[in-house]
Structure formats: C-alpha cells, structure tokens
C-alpha cells in the first residue's frame, strides 16, 4: 500500500492549547486544520494528548500513543522482562545494557520496553506525523511520577532518516546496537493488523529501502544489528543472520559487527 502523501493537518478545540499546538506545528512543519476534516487523515490535540484520527463513516478510533497506561503501561509494569526474546536479541545480559539506536521508531513501542529494562535508546523516524505523535507521548510520560526519571534520561527523539543520520555519526557516537522493524509489504505475510498498525501502513507504506538501511546499519553498529521480522518472512535482502531468536509470532535476526 501506498504511503499517503496529503498534507496531515493538526486540529484542536481549546485556546488553552494553542502554545502547545504551535509549538508542535512548528517543531514537526505539521499545518493546522482549522476545523475537523470530514474525510482523511488528521491529527488532533486534546487534553488527553496527541492523536492519529481518521474522519469518515465507520473509521477505526484515534490512535494515540501512550507510554504510561494502556498496554505499554501494562507491558511496562507486568512484562517479560530482561528475559523476553527482545532482550535477548539486542545483547542485553546481566550488568550490561546496550545502548541502542531504534532506527525505524514507529509508535516506540519496541524501544520503550528496551528503555524500561535500562537501556538509552535513541527512536529515530522519518515521518513527521509518527514523530509528532512520540514527541507528545514522551512529553507524558516524562511528566509521570513513576517513570518521568528515567523516561527523560534513557529515551530521545530524532526526527529524521536513520541512514542519513547513521553516516553522518562521529566515531565517539557509534550505537553499540541498531535495532530495525521496518514496514512489512502490506499482505505479503497472514498477521493481524491491529488498528494502530493499519493507520501507520497507510502513513508511511512500506519501507522499500530497508535493505539499503541494513547495508549502513552494519557499518555504523558497534555490535549488533538487529531485525524484527515477522516469523514466517525471509530475510531482509536475503541476507543471512549469524543468529536469530524466536518469539510466538517474531524473529529477530542477529547480525555480529564487533
Ligand atoms: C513497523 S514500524 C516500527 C514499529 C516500532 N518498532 C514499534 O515498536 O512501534 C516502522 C517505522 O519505521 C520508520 N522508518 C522506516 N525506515 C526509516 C528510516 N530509514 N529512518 C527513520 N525511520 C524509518 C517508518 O516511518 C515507520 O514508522
């Protein structure tokens, strides 16, 4: 599918967030929507935080990333932790937390684990609108009593594309771990696409120069490069891991650089 190359506007209600939507219009170069849309994608501030909304008959909900509640909370709070496949895969090991470089941030869910098992993580993205919505939600959940401290110290935003990033790094700022989930082709694989994936497809297609990305990500990583897959893919531009770790659904194919 397509990426969807309209302009995505922001729309909000109250005067009350007038400096916060400026500020995030400017920042992200996100236009404001002086009404609600009646069709299309737009995104919408509310006192609740930033959301992906989609107008129209019979349209999924908003999509809005959350960090403290909702399911990462509960990930967060009750999940596998420093043993799940995730963990295993970046290197992570008893005394020793990598520092990573999330390249293909998306709804930061997969570098928010990585962060609260004590890993600095850097969530680079390329699309604006997905980078406005982790700016909001990390804005949150900073704000949070219970993992403001470490949400503020151990995660960082960068809106831009990780290749370009990746190459331009001085040597003193090589990630030890690139972590890559790019966008799988659109049926190519039987998953079941939540809400929040099917929005994001539709935002920014599939990712068709992963490859390349891979082909950088080797050179730039310390000691890994890691990929998530769905279990069932082949390998990214057939190019076979040193290792791979399994989960229900996932792989992550491992590649040594050290
Ligand atoms: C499948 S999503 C990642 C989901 C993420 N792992 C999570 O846990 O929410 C892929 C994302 O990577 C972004 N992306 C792909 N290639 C990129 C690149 N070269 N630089 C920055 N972002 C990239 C896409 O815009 C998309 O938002």
């Known amino acids: 599918m397509p990426a969807i190359t309209e302009h995505i506007g922001l729309v909000y209600h109250s005067d009350a967030l007038k400096k916060r939507a400026a500020l995030l219009m400017d920042r992200f170069d996100i236009p404001r929507c002086p009404a609600t849309p009646e069709s299309g994608f737009y995104l919408e501030l509310n006192e609740y935080g930033l959301a992906l909304c989609q107008a129209g008959p019979h349209m999924p909900g908003p999509v809005r990333i959350d960090f403290v509640?909702?399911?990462?909370?509960?990930?967060?709070?009750?999940?596998?932790?420093?043993?799940?496949?995730?963990?295993?895969?970046?290197?992570?090991?008893?005394?020793f937390n990598p520092d990573i470089w999330d390249a293909t941030a998306g709804l930061g869910r997969d570098g928010f684990v990585l962060a609260s098992l004590g890993c600095h993580v850097t969530l680079c993205e390329r699309s604006p609108i997905l980078a406005a919505l982790l700016h909001d939600a990390l804005l949150r959940a900073a704000d949070d009593s219970s993992i403001g401290a470490w949400v503020g110290d151990r995660l960082r935003l960068v809106n831009a594309d990780s290749g370009r990033q990746l190459q331009s790094l001085a040597e003193a700022q090589r990630p030890?771990?690139?972590?890559?989930?790019?966008m799988y082709p659109a049926g190519k694989v039987h998953v079941?696409?939540?809400?929040?994936?099917?929005?994001?497809?539709?935002i920014v297609g599939p990712d068709l120069d992963s490859g390349e990305l891979l082909d950088i990500a080797l050179r730039a990583a310390l000691r890994r490069v890691v990929i998530k897959r769905p279990?069932?893919?082949?390998?990214?531009?057939?190019?076979?891991?040193?290792?791979?770790?399994e989960s229900k659904k996932t792989r992550y194919d491992i590649y040594v650089t050290l």
């Open 176 to 182: 030890q771990v690139i972590y890559m989930d790019p």
């Open 69 to 95: 509640g909702g399911t990462m909370g509960h990930r967060q709070r009750f999940g596998a932790g420093r043993g799940q496949p995730l963990a295993r895969a970046v290197g992570m090991k008893p005394g």
């Open 231 to 245: 279990k069932r893919a082949g390998f990214l531009h057939d190019r076979k891991p040193d290792t791979s770790i």
């Open 192 to 202: 079941e696409v939540k809400k929040d994936m099917r929005a994001l497809q539709q």
